[in-house]
């Protein structure tokens, strides 16, 4: 496995301990979802929606750290690229089209963090070992 993949594990498992984080904070007082990330509309935010977002991001650390233990997992990796995807869209669209969350340190750390995960985990395709199987067959179709 190249050092890259060794990187990126480390990076999962980093982003995945800080979702845990965020999920204790979701359930334990909400609160901290409208002084944080959605101060446009802190009106918005209860204790429901902070649940759900709490069990969300709890959903994304369980997949984000998978992918670190077992980061040769193609379809793994898609769906942990995928959450990325998602939560970039997410806080994307509550900035820029609902509004509910203006670009604060809070948003912004999201965003920053959903951006260099996709960008490291498209690089981490090429570092990502072939099957065995489609190097024999290579291997076969030169010879």
């Known amino acids: ?15 995945s301990v800080i979702a845990m984080g965020n999920t204790i904070q979701s359930f334990r007082d909400h609160s901290f979802l409208s002084e944080k990330l959605y ?22 650390s369980i997949i984000r750290c998978a992918c670190a ?11 942990t690229l995928w959450t990325f995807v998602l939560a970039l869209g997410h806080f994307m669209s509550e900035a820029f089209i609902y ?15 959903a951006g260099f995960s996709i960008i490291g985990m498209l690089f ?18 030169r010879n």
Request: with cysteine.
């Open 1 to 15: 496995m190249g050092r890259f993949l060794n990187v990126l594990r480390s990076w999962l498992v980093m982003v």
């Open 39 to 60: 101060t446009g509309t802190p009106e918005f935010v209860n204790g429901l929606q902070a649940r759900t977002f709490g069990i969300w991001t709890l959903l994304t």
């Open 69 to 79: 233990v077992d980061i040769q997992n193609k379809t793994l990796y898609h769906i």
């Open 99 to 113: 509004k509910t969350a203006p670009l604060t340190i809070g948003v912004m750390a999201p965003l920053i963090v």
């Open 124 to 141: 981490g395709f090429q570092c990502m070992a072939e099957p065995q199987d489609a190097v024999v067959a290579r291997q076969k179709k």
